[in-house]
C-alpha cells in the first residue's frame, strides 16, 4: 500500500507549473465520440481519472495515440460498441460523459448507472430527464440505462440545479439533435465553457456559454478538431492554499487567474498576498498566522465545492472561528474527522462545519476518503508540526498530477512510500 510520508514546518518556495483541468479533459474527451476522424488534443493530464476514460473510450473502439508526452491522438471512426460497462463507470462517475454522444452519434447507448459516491448521492436524473426531453427512449435494467432514439430532437430543459456534467451530457446531445434546445439554469463553469468552445469548432452553433442559458441549433455533421486543454482551477486553488498551510512564497504558473476569482478574494481576506504577475501567473505568499473567513460552496463564479476541504485546512489554524458552509453535496465533510485526528477543533453542524482556529496542527497517520479530502490531508501534513502520513492515494492520484513531486520541487519534505 503506498502512502505519502510528509514532515511538516518548513515553508515552501519556488515555481509550480498547473496541469491541464480533469473536469474539461472527461467532457472534451467524451466530445471525440460525436465526430469520426482524428481529433487532436493537447495539455492532457496524466490522471488516474484520464487513464480510466481513455481505457473506456478504448473499449467503445476508439483508437488513441499518445504523440508528445501531453497530447493525444483520438480517432472514433471505428467506432463499434455503445456499451459503458459497470466495472469502468464504477470507478468513474463521469464515464456518463459517453451517454449523449453514443445516443447522438449511434442512436443507441447503454451505460451502467454511477451508483452512489463517497460525498454523496450525486443522481443522474437530469442527465436522464433532459435526454427523454429530447425524444430518447429510455429503460433502467440489470443497472444499465439503456437510451435509444432514431434522432434527438431539441428541446426546452430546465435544470433545477446547475449540474455541470448534466449541462455538459445535454449541450453535446443538442449539437447534433433535429432543431433548437434551451438549456436553462445551466453550469457556467470554465470546463463547460471549455467543451462548448471545443464543440463550436467541431462546427456546432451554440450561444450563451458562460451564462446560466445555453442555445443550441442542432445540425448533421461535426468534424475532428486540435485544441488544448484550460490549467486545472482546482489544482492551482489547491497549490495557492499550499502556500497558505505551509507558509512561504510559491509562483503559480500556468494558471488561469480570472478562472480563481472568488477564491483569491477569500483568500486575500484571510490574509494571504496574491498577485497576478502575468496573464497565466499568480505569485502567493503567506506571512504570519492567517485570519479565519467564512466561506459557503456556491456552482461558478462562487466558491468552489472542490475546494472547501483545502480551504478548512488554512481555516484549522487561522484566528478566530471560520464556518464553512457546504451547499453542493451532502457528505462533503469526512476529511473533518481527519483533520480532528492531527489536532484541529471542527464541528460539524448539518451541512455547515464550524472551524475553531488552534495554534498547530500535530502530525499523524490520516486517511483519505475521496479526491479532495486527500489533497486537504497533505496541504495539513505540511502545516502540522512533526510527521504526518497520508495513506488512501488511489483517491489523490485520480484528480492531481504528481502532487508529491510538484511540492517536493518547492521544498516540501514529502516522500511517496509503497511497493512499486
Ligand atoms: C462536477 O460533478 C465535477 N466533476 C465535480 O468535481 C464538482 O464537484 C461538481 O461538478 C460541482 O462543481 C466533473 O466535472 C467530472 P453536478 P457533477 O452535477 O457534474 C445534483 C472533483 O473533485 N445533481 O454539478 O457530478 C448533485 O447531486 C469532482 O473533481 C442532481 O441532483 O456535479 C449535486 O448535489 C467532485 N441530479 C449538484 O446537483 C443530476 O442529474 C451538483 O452536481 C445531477 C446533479
Redesign the pocket.
Known amino acids: 500500500m503506498e502512502y505519502l510520508e510528509i514532515k511538516g514546518g518548513r515553508a515552501l518556495s519556488g515555481t509550480v507549473r498547473i496541469s491541464g483541468a480533469?473536469?474539461a479533459a472527461?467532457p472534451m474527451l467524451a466530445a471525440t465520440l460525436l465526430a469520426g476522424g482524428s481529433f487532436e488534443i493537447h495539455q492532457v493530464p496524466d490522471l488516474q481519472d484520464v487513464r480510466t476514460f481513455l481505457q473506456l473510450l478504448k473499449e467503445l473502439g476508439v483508437e488513441i495515440e499518445r504523440t508528445r508526452d501531453s497530447t493525444l491522438v483520438i480517432d472514433s471512426s471505428k467506432l463499434d460498441s455503445f456499451e459503458a460497462p459497470y466495472d469502468l463507470v464504477r470507478r468513474m462517475?463521469?464515464s456518463v460523459l459517453v451517454l449523449s454522444p453514443l445516443v447522438a452519434r449511434l442512436g443507441r447507448a447503454r451505460v451502467s448507472l454511477p451508483g452512489g459516491c463517497a460525498?454523496?448521492?450525486?443522481?443522474?436524473?437530469?442527465?436522464l430527464k433532459g435526454l427523454e426531453l429530447m425524444g430518447a427512449k429510455l429503460e433502467i435494467r440489470e443497472g444499465f440505462v439503456e437510451a435509444r432514439a432514431k434522432r434527438l430532437k431539441g428541446a426546452h430543459i430546465y435544470f433545477d440545479?446547475?449540474?455541470?456534467?448534466?449541462t455538459e451530457n445535454l449541450m453535446m446531445a443538442a449539437c447534433l439533435a433535429k432543431g433548437n434546445t434551451v438549456l436553462e439554469n445551466a453550469?457556467k463553469?470554465p470546463?463547460v465553457v471549455a467543451l462548448g468552445k471545443m464543440l463550436q469548432d467541431m462546427g456546432a452553433k451554440i450561444k450563451g456559454l458562460g451564462t446560466d442559458t445555453i442555445v443550441v441549433q442542432g445540425t448533421t455533421d461535426l468534424r475532428p478538431v486540435s485544441c488544448t486543454i484550460i490549467p486545472d482551477r482546482?489544482e492551482a486553488g489547491t497549490y495557492l492554499m499550499a502556500a497558505g498551510a505551509a507558509g512561504g512564497e510559491l509562483v503559480i504558473e500556468n494558471c488561469v487567474p480570472e478562472h480563481l476569482e472568488t477564491v483569491i478574494i477569500k483568500l486575500k481576506a484571510a490574509g494571504l498576498k496574491i498577485k497576478v504577475i502575468d496573464a497565466d501567473k499568480l505569485k502567493v505568499k503567506r506571512r504570519g498566522r492567517l485570519r479565519s473567513v467564512d466561506i459557503k460552496t456556491q456552482?461558478y463564479p462562487g466558491f468552489?465545492?472542490?475546494l472547501q476541504a483545502q480551504i478548512m485546512v488554512l481555516m484549522a489554524t487561522a484566528g478566530r472561528l471560520s464556518v464553512i458552509t457546504e451547499t453542493?453535496?451532502?457528505n462533503r465533510f469526512m476529511h473533518v474527522a481527519e483533520l480532528k485526528r492531527l489536532g484541529a477543533d471542527i464541528r460539524v453542524e448539518g451541512r455547515s462545519a464550524i472551524v475553531k482556529g488552534v495554534k498547530h496542527l500535530y502530525g499523524a497517520p490520516v486517511m483519505a476518503t475521496d479526491?479532495?479530502a486527500s489533497a486537504s490531508l497533505v496541504l495539513a501534513g505540511l502545516a502540522a508540526k512533526g510527521t504526518t502520513v497520508v495513506q488512501g492515494l488511489e483517491h489523490l492520484d485520480r484528480?492531481y498530477e504528481k502532487m508529491d513531486e510538484k511540492l517536493l520541487s518547492v521544498g516540501a519534505r514529502i516522500r511517496r512510500i509503497g511497493d512499486n
Open positions: 480533469k473536469n472527461l462517475r463521469a460525498i454523496g448521492a450525486r443522481p443522474i436524473d437530469f442527465h440545479i446547475p449540474s455541470v456534467t448534466g453550469a463553469e470546463e482546482i456552482p468552489p465545492t472542490d453542493i453535496f451532502e479526491l479532495r484528480g
